[in-house]
């Protein structure tokens, strides 16, 4: 199977990092990526105005309850964790742009890690997914404000460029971590897939926790949120009955969308059904 991207991609300095028209899949398993954009790190922790953005989430509704009492300093929860200085440039660009998408990618970040936290234990895990949910839209600022905040309904062009997000973020994430098999780059391939198989752009069936928990708050928070092509936002009701629909279809986990509900509703946690990290996919 091809994967076929039919636009370059440039890194923000304008430099083409993988031409029009390439087969990710072939590209995925023959590019040699060299280290030089993780020749400059920062650690999250020391990005003052990213930290203070994330912090804000915690004060945000209805993610407040969600957040109540998990971590009483997020700076040193962070701790050494770090990603390459471009990333931040990137949210830098996403955050003047589009200031929602910026807003979206944190609160993913945030919360995801929250929930992940309780059926992972495995700390490392922790940290590399906060590092994925936090990329996983790089994509995103390839795509102009003309056709993002687009009311009436999008060409078949438009929705090419909607549909190769996805693969934008992998060849960012792949060359920005120097590796086309990190979980970076992989989540930030198949966030638009679920486990039913109707996603995009592969239409894999995703066996994935962490891609459970990112497709469930990418749902519920673009529809509790004011977006420019919707008449009105949906009330958290709302929103969690939509996505009690999306595990109906078979989209997602049943019991990742009953642990945010209990936590929205300040229930106490249950014995929820045991559920492992899973696996995430290179191009296919």
């Not at 954009?37 to 920062?42: A, P, V």
């Not at 638009?192 to 990418?218: A, C, F």
């Not at 990742?256 to 929820?272: H, P």
Request: net charge positive; proline share 3%.
């Amino acid at each position: 199977m091809s994967l076929i991207i039919q636009r370059e991609v440039k890194d923000l300095r304008g430099n083409v990092l993988v031409k029009a028209n390439t087969d990710l899949v072939e590209w995925s398993n023959k590019a040699i990526i060299s280290g030089e954009y993780l020749k400059k790190k920062t650690r999250f922790k020391d990005a003052v105005s990213f930290v203070e953005d994330c912090e804000q989430i915690f004060s945000r509704k209805p993610y407040d309850k969600v957040l109540k009492g998990w971590t009483s300093n997020f700076r040193e929860w962070l701790g050494e964790m770090y990603a390459p200085s471009v990333v931040f440039e990137e949210l830098r660009h996403i955050r003047g742009m589009d200031p929602y998408s910026y807003q979206h990618i944190i609160t993913i970040a945030v919360v995801g890690c929250r929930l992940l936290e309780i059926w992972i234990t495995s700390v490392p895990t922790i940290k590399r997914s906060f590092q994925a949910l936090i990329c996983h839209r790089l994509g995103k600022s390839r795509i102009s404000q003309e056709v993002l905040l687009k009311k009436e309904t999008l060409d078949e062009a438009e929705k090419r460029i909607i549909f190769e997000q996805p693969m934008v973020g992998f060849v960012l994430n792949a060359f920005y971590w120097a590796d086309a098999n990190h979980l970076c780059a992989k989540v930030a391939l198949q966030h638009q897939e679920d486990r039913k198989g109707s996603g995009y752009p592969s239409g894999v069936k995703t066996n994935s926790l962490l891609l459970d928990i990112l497709h469930m708050l990418d749902r519920f928070d673009a529809l509790i949120s004011e977006r420019p092509f919707r008449y009105k936002k949906f009330s958290v009701r709302e929103a969690l009955d939509i996505l009690k629909q999306d595990v109906d279809e078979g989209r997602m986990e049943e019991d990742v969308l009953k642990a945010f509900t209990d936590l929205i509703r300040n229930e106490t946690l249950s014995d929820y059904k045991a559920l492992k990290f899973g696996s995430i996919g290179r191009p296919s």
